[in-house]
């Protein structure tokens, strides 16, 4: 039976996906040793997928003033919207742009304190972002142009998102992928929710 594709569960970004997703693969992406990070926070709201409409060419007979063929020039964007409410200066940095700075540490010049500066250059950031809807089921982009930047969301200064799927550099891999509920139902067996209680916490109680 099908199911919506409502809400959103949980977030991941990581590296550019250089090879088709499979379970397996996607499973080992996501996993507590994989490569890509979970996103904590996303701003009640913020979340959302957009599909732009595909830019045409209206072809017109004259002699009758209508359409007589409508050819499609490209694609529309299809874009993910997020925005971390809350967030830490390697995830700022990761997809931002610039650098963590930390105290004593050596980057163009040794730094007294912690945080984050700014890029010298204007760097693309290309990753690759794994959405979760409510519903179980997975949207893959393997190769997304981020835009990152301070989004203002009730006095609060979060990190917004916006992910746009891009052509992938790798023949044979497409730009974006939807996994249905019932196959992620592998994928997503290992990971733990947000909000359960910490392992640590639990033994506390007791």
């Known amino acids: 039976m099908a199911?919506?594709?409502i809400g959103i569960k949980n977030i991941w970004y990581g590296p550019v996906i250089a090879e088709v997703p499979t379970k397996a693969k996607l499973t080992a992406m996501i996993g507590p040793s994989g490569s890509f990070t979970r996103v904590k926070n996303s701003h009640d709201g913020t979340w959302g997928y957009e599909q732009d409409d595909p830019e045409t060419t209206?072809?017109?007979?004259?002699?009758?003033?209508?359409?007589?063929?409508?050819?499609?020039?490209?694609?529309?964007?299809?874009?993910?919207?997020?925005?971390?409410?809350?967030?830490?200066?390697?995830?700022?940095?990761?997809?931002?742009?610039g650098l963590e700075v930390k105290s004593g540490e050596s980057t163009t010049?040794?730094?007294?304190?912690?945080?984050?500066?700014?890029?010298?250059?204007?760097?693309?950031?290309?990753?690759?972002?794994?959405?979760q809807t409510k519903t179980g089921h997975l949207i893959v982009f393997t190769n997304a142009l981020i835009i990152a930047k301070v989004d203002t969301q009730e006095k609060n200064l979060g990190l917004g998102v916006k992910a746009t799927a891009q052509e992938n550099g790798t023949s044979g891999v497409a730009a974006?992928?939807?996994?249905?509920?019932?196959?992620?139902?592998?994928?997503?067996?290992?990971?733990?929710?947000?909000?359960?209680?910490?392992?640590?916490?639990?033994k506390s109680v007791k």
């Open 3 to 5: 199911k919506p594709y």
């Open 109 to 131: 010049k040794t730094m007294d304190f912690d945080g984050w500066r700014s890029a010298s250059a204007n760097d693309l950031v290309n990753k690759g972002v794994i959405a």
């Open 58 to 97: 209206d072809y017109k007979n004259e002699l009758t003033g209508l359409t007589y063929f409508t050819d499609k020039t490209s694609d529309g964007n299809h874009i993910i919207n997020f925005t971390m409410g809350v967030y830490d200066y390697a995830q700022k940095a990761d997809l931002q742009g």
């Open 176 to 202: 974006e992928y939807w996994v249905d509920a019932d196959s992620a139902k592998d994928i997503l067996s290992g990971i733990t929710p947000l909000n359960a209680p910490d392992e640590t916490e639990q």
